[in-house]
C-alpha cells in the first residue's frame, strides 16, 4: 500500500504510482494554461478532478466548462488543454491509467513503465 498528503504547490507534480496507475496535482494560475494543441497521452487515460477554481477544458476541439467538483475523463490520444479562467488557482487531481509520466514529471513514452 502507498499513501500520499495532496498538497497543491504550483504547477504539476507526480505523488503516487504504480506499474498500473499514477495520481498526479496540477496548479494552474489564473490566466494560464497546461497543454495545447499537440497535447496528448497516447498510451494513458487520464481521469481529472477539480479540487478548486474554474476553467475550460478544450479536447478535440470542444470546450467543456470546469469549476470545483467537476470530474472529466479525457481519453487516451484525445488532443486536450486546460486553461484557468478564474481569478484563482485552478487545482486539479489527475489519474492516469496506465502512468503517463515519471516519477519526476517527463511524459513516458507509449507502453512504458
Do not use: C
Not at 25 to 48: F, K, L, V, Y
Not at 75 to 80: L, M
Amino acid at each position: 500500500m502507498q499513501k500520499a498528503a495532496l498538497r497543491f504547490g504550483n504547477g504539476f507534480k507526480v505523488i503516487i504510482g504504480n506499474r498500473r496507475a499514477q495520481a498526479a496535482t496540477m496548479t494552474i494560475a489564473p490566466g494560464d494554461s497546461e497543454g495545447g494543441p499537440d497535447n496528448r497521452h497516447r498510451g494513458a487515460d487520464q481521469w481529472m478532478f477539480v479540487e478548486a477554481g474554474r476553467g475550460v477544458a478544450l479536447v478535440n476541439g470542444r470546450r467543456h466548462a470546469l469549476r470545483a467538483g467537476s470530474l472529466i475523463l479525457i481519453d487516451r490520444g484525445k488532443r486536450h488543454e486546460i486553461r484557468n479562467i478564474g481569478r484563482t488557482p485552478l487545482r486539479t487531481l489527475n489519474l492516469y491509467v496506465p502512468p503517463a509520466y515519471t516519477k519526476g514529471g517527463d511524459e513516458l513514452p507509449r507502453g512504458s513503465k
